[in-house]
């Protein structure tokens, strides 16, 4: 009777209903869109919208408190400074943002008499930078200027209640707006004194702002006074994380005196500095001069918004073209345009060729074209790049394991796209940033540092033997300028062709119109000069040099062993001390290294931000600033001095040829190179033009939706027959076990 | 059970603590408050007095363990550890060091991706190993047996890098089925999600696999298999019905530890498919010298742990009726 059963019968079922619902699944997903792999929902596809990436969750996008370049990509649309760079004149201009116009300063002696803009800055008592803003600039719409019947904030006395189903500033039902005025501009700059929010800027301000540094320990001083009370009511159970966590301490701004920043009225606000800097302008065009409203502040510091990550720091207030929409610095940030945005045009003029280049088109019209920005974080290069192949991606950098399918070198060394980019109609632009990384001597040290002529030789056979071009080439795809001193291109006082070049590293290349690095064996004989002939001292000894540097990746050993193969050219031994960054710090803080690597990426376009790094009174070990190297040459510091408060004039780039001879001579640093930053964009977007200074440059940049749907449709056309063809694959070679099982079941059961 | 469950508990409290107090120890024998507060800083203008500031302002210019300028208990509340660690007890996870978030919040908010990715690659993970090796161990001793065995060693064999990276070129950029990576909320993640599980799910069957059916192959040889074969149930039945039972004890093992950390999601799915999980979560606390972030989700991960061993236990007697506590 039992003969009659199927043994394998009941699995099938199974088998058979899995796969039906399985298959039902992925039917489904896979009609309900014509191009499955769109990351994006089905209503987005014609919107007027950019798409890029970010890498790093963006730290701060409190004005105050943001400084790296991953913050200012959102808060450069966020907020408007006084200032901005003009978008397309070359060399970088400073044109008004929110002010009227670009302020020049009032200098006067101590007696309060008006200077000339000439005068040397040891005659300056005070620099007096009167300000006027325009009229008109409105906030974006944000519940913090929300009232009520009676007028007063609506959202001043929140409760966890009160903000149930609020995850985000958005979700707030009733949202207000007001006019930017001078005392918010004033009260930004109080911000960056205030000790709670740690400015990183607050160091450099200290130094010039009349009162700021006073100022600023005065509120130090309320704010231990205040948590000095607390612990002595809370008793030795008292934890300030815990109690600042449930009641912020917020410090009032108006007890003491400011004399550095004053509001003149309305529309004016005054900055006094204490001496005369005229790069200080350079700083009106960052974020951190920007207005931020004192109800913004006030709302963020009630403790129900902070517990729901709802800050200042996640959720900007301004007057930019742009708004912060969502904020998930995990996934996705999203900026929608401003409607309150004042009225701004795109930039009638440009440097030569941007008209041939279309660049000057939309002259006059109204900013900005598009009207969201779309950004997801995407951790990992090779999803990133795949994705900005297939169009989902507007533009994109290009990582080490993408370059070649990207850009290939022509036989004159320019860079230029693959075929394969120009058949997608992706362009190329480069720009070279500006920055410098370099190899630094430690100038204290006994060996390798000082200023006889001997050590200067050693230094410069190292530079020569150093062959950045080549370490350029192999490490960088060849996206960066060998340095001849520390001004970038495109900054005042960088000089191309043959009168910029580091004469004591290079020769002048006639024939090829280029610099030729010095040979080998000149670096040789320079060391023999240097009193190491071989590498090696009077006792015979092989010169060991330390190399110091923060590379901890897997990925930088071939970068140590070029480095270490280079010099064993010259017959030295470098030994590589690799540490976290942490440690690196503080050998560098302690002079304890001999030779390190590191870099240095400009606030503001001006020799004076280089050439800082070099002066003595910024020496890291003696005065804990910037000059890594311990530089310290009395003449280069003169120099520095007189140039630091010029503005750009034949004079002043009379001394900056000086103070390169100095330390070309002296050679504290191996010069390294200038990074160059490669930038792909596909056909739809237009007015794009580098511009490593400004920040803000989205309001510029336009789109065209339709040409982008059509791409995309036709670069993601699904594929589905290889899936099918391994399903039956997998189902037809079953079949023989199967049968053969069932065979042996059967035989079993008859027998 | 319930005596035995509060047992369980009041052992976890000192295991608890130890955790606490080793992460401490380790995190600042490598990275002292100065080393925190330079990272956190940032590279320019991090003077001495901006460090010395940063730590007075999060509460790390107390001594780590014991403060001897305090008087009796103040010796041991005065300290940074005890400061840090006494409020994770009532989960209360505080700010982080590095952007002054809420950690309890971030938690809240990152564990749904997690879930949405770990739970699915999680279920259908056990589905797909134990019907695999159900299959492999019903066809034992035929070619399909040979081929699993042989390709189950074989897909062991292979990093998880691989089969993302593969899954990405081949199901997202060459056939174009599926998004490459990406997130999204709500129902529209589920497309996000296919790709994620499906590799999740084929990288982990090898083991899986393998582990299953000689489990079900030591079960498939005992005597009650042979009873019921002789009362004549159908192969399904003794498999479904009375291996799959009777081999619940290694497979709960396996299977209910795991479960609390579900929500802890994975790491390298997370970063190589952009979910904004808890996954890494971790990785970039240790990386950015976030100590607050770094404690909250050791103390967190050892609770789930007790948790998932106290879950194995219970499980256990659900199943097989002879376990009792006592």
């Given amino acids: ?751 | 059970m319930l005596t035995y469950i509060i047992r369980r508990i009041l052992y976890a409290i000192p295991i608890v603590i130890g955790v606490n107090l080793l992460t401490a120890i380790l995190f600042f024998y490598v990275n002292t408050p100065d080393d925190m507060a330079r990272k956190i800083l940032g590279e320019k203008n991090v003077t001495p007095a901006a460090i010395e500031n940063w730590k007075a302002d999060h509460g790390y210019n107390l001594p780590t363990f014991l403060n001897t300028k305090e008087e009796s208990i103040g010796k041991v509340t005065q300290t940074i550890f005890f400061q840090k660690s006494v409020p994770l007890f009532w989960f209360d996870f505080g700010r982080s060091d590095r952007n002054n978030i809420d950690i309890g919040n971030e938690i809240k908010t990152r564990m749904w991706a997690s879930l949405a990715i770990s739970v699915p690659m999680f279920i259908l993970g056990i589905y797909v190993d134990l019907f695999i090796a159900m299959m492999l161990a019903y066809y034992r001793g035929t070619y399909l047996d040979l081929w699993g065995l042989i390709i189950g060693v074989v897909m062991m064999s292979v990093s998880t890098l691989f089969y993302i990276i593969g899954g990405q070129f081949i199901f997202g950029k060459v056939l174009k089925l599926f998004p490459i990576s990406g997130y999204d909320t709500g129902l529209h993640s589920i497309k996000f999600l296919i790709l994620p599980v499906i590799i999740g799910v084929i990288s982990s069957a090898g083991a899986g696999i393998r582990f299953y059916r000689t489990v079900f192959l030591e079960e498939m040889n005992k005597d009650y298999i042979r009873t019921a074969r002789a009362k004549g149930l159908s192969e399904g039945k003794v498999l479904f019905k009375h291996a799959l039972k009777n081999s619940m004890i290694p497979i709960l093992t396996n299977v209910v530890v795991s479960i609390p950390f579900l929500f802890y999601g994975s790491l390298i799915m997370e970063t190589f498919f952009a979910i904004p999980g808890l996954g890494n979560f971790t990785i970039e606390a240790i990386q950015a010298q976030d100590f607050a972030i770094v404690r909250s989700m050791v103390y967190l991960g050892s609770i789930l742990y007790i948790i998932g061993l106290i879950l194995t236990d219970i499980s256990y007697t659900l199943v097989d009726p002879r376990v009792r506590f006592e």
């Fill in chain 1, 1 to 751: 009777m039992t003969s009659t059963k199927r043994p394998e019968g009941g699995l099938k079922v199974r088998i058979s209903n899995s796969f039906f619902w399985v298959l039902v699944c992925f039917l489904l997903i896979f009609t309900s869109s014509c191009t499955p792999n769109d990351p994006y929902r089905a209503s987005e596809r014609e919107d007027n919208t950019f798409y890029s990436t970010f890498n790093e969750a963006p730290k701060h996008l409190d004005p105050a408190r943001a400084y790296s370049s991953d913050e200012y990509d959102f808060l450069g649309q966020i907020y408007e400074p006084p200032l901005q760079y003009h978008y397309l004149v070359r060399p970088y201009a400073l044109v008004p943002s929110t002010a009227e116009e670009v302020p020049v300063p009032v200098y006067i002696d101590r007696s309060g008499r008006k200077l000339p803009q000439e005068v040397s800055p040891e005659k300056v008592h005070r620099a007096i930078y009167e300000i006027k803003i325009k009229k008109g600039l409105m906030y974006q719409e944000h519940p913090a200027f929300a009232k009520d019947a009676l007028g007063e904030p609506m959202y001043a006395q929140l409760t966890h209640k009160d903000i149930e189903g609020i995850d985000e500033v958005k979700d707030f039902k009733v949202k207000g707006s007001r006019e930017a005025k001078a005392e918010d501009f004033v009260f930004e700059i109080m911000r960056l004194a205030d000790p709670q929010l740690e400015s990183p800027i607050s160091p450099m301000l200290e130094k010039y702002i009349l009162g700021y540094k006073e100022f600023s320990e005065n509120l130090r001083k309320d704010l231990l006074a205040i948590r000095k009370e607390r612990r002595k009511a809370a008793g030795l159970s008292y934890n300030q994380t815990v109690d600042e966590k449930e009641n912020p301490i917020i410090l009032d701004y108006k007890k003491y005196p400011f004399p550095g920043v004053e509001k003149v009225d309305d529309y004016t606000y005054r900055i006094i500095l204490k001496t005369k800097y005229p790069q200080f302008v350079y700083w009106l065009a960052m974020p951190f001069f920007s207005p931020v409203p004192e109800e913004a502040a006030a709302f963020y510091k009630q403790g129900p918004l902070a517990d729901k990550n709802i800050t200042l720091d996640r959720f900007p207030v301004g007057t930019g073209p742009y708004m912060i929409d969502t904020f998930n610095a995990n996934m996705e940030i999203i900026l929608v345009k401003n409607k309150n945005f004042h009225f701004e045009a795109y930039p009638s003029e440009g440097e030569e060729g941007d008209l041939e280049k279309g660049l000057l088109e939309d002259a006059g019209k109204k900013l900005p074209f598009i009207d969201r920005l779309v950004f997801k974080r995407e951790k990992e290069a090779i999803p990133r790049w795949n994705k900005f192949l297939q169009g989902y991606y507007d533009n994109s950098g290009i990582a080490s394991e993408s370059f070649d399918q990207a850009v290939s070198v022509s036989a004159a060394g320019r860079a230029e796209l693959t075929d394969t980019m120009k058949d997608r109609g992706i362009y190329l632009m480069t720009s070279v940033r500006p920055s410098i990384y370099y190899g630094g001597f430690n100038m204290l040290d006994d060996v390798i540092g000082g200023y006889s002529p001997e050590k200067q030789k050693l230094r410069q056979a190292i530079s020569i033997a150093l062959d950045y071009e080549e370490y350029i080439e192999i490490f960088n795809n060849g996206r960066g300028l060998a340095a001849m001193s520390p001004i970038p291109p495109g900054i005042f006082g960088h000089i191309e062709g043959k009168e910029g070049v580091n004469q004591f590293v290079y020769e002048w290349d006639e024939a090829r119109k280029k610099p030729l690095r010095k040979s080998i064996e000149y670096a040789r004989k320079l060391m023999t000069e240097a009193g190491y002939p071989g590498g090696r001292d009077k006792n015979g000894r092989p010169l060991v040099i330390t190399f110091d540097n923060p590379w901890t990746e897997a990925d930088a050993t071939p970068m140590i062993n070029w480095y270490i193969k280079k010099l064993r050219l010259l017959g030295i031994q470098l030994e590589n001390r690799t540490t976290d960054y942490n440690r690196f710090q503080e050998k560098v803080m302690k002079g304890n290294f001999q030779l390190l690597s590191w870099g240095w990426n400009a606030d503001y376009p001006d020799p004076e931000n280089f050439f800082f790094l070099l002066a003595g009174p910024n020496s890291k070990v003696k005065y804990q600033g910037e000059n890594a190297s311990n530089y310290a040459n009395p003449e280069f510091d003169r120099l520095f001095k007189l140039m630091e408060n010029m503005d750009n004039s034949p004079e002043r780039l009379k001394i900056i040829n000086e103070m390169n001879e100095i330390i070309r001579k002296d050679s504290p640093w191996i010069w390294g190179y200038h990074p160059v930053a490669f930038g792909l964009y596909h056909q739809w977007i237009g007015n794009v033009k580098s511009n490593s200074m400004a920040n803000n440059t989205f309001k510029y940049i336009k789109i065209n939706p339709d040409v982008r749907k059509q791409f995309r449709d036709e670069w993601n056309k699904p594929n589905y027959w290889p899936i099918i063809i391994l399903f039956s694959v997998l189902v037809i070679g079953s079949i023989p076990a199967v049968i053969s099982v069932r065979k042996k079941r059967l035989g079993r059961i008859k027998k």
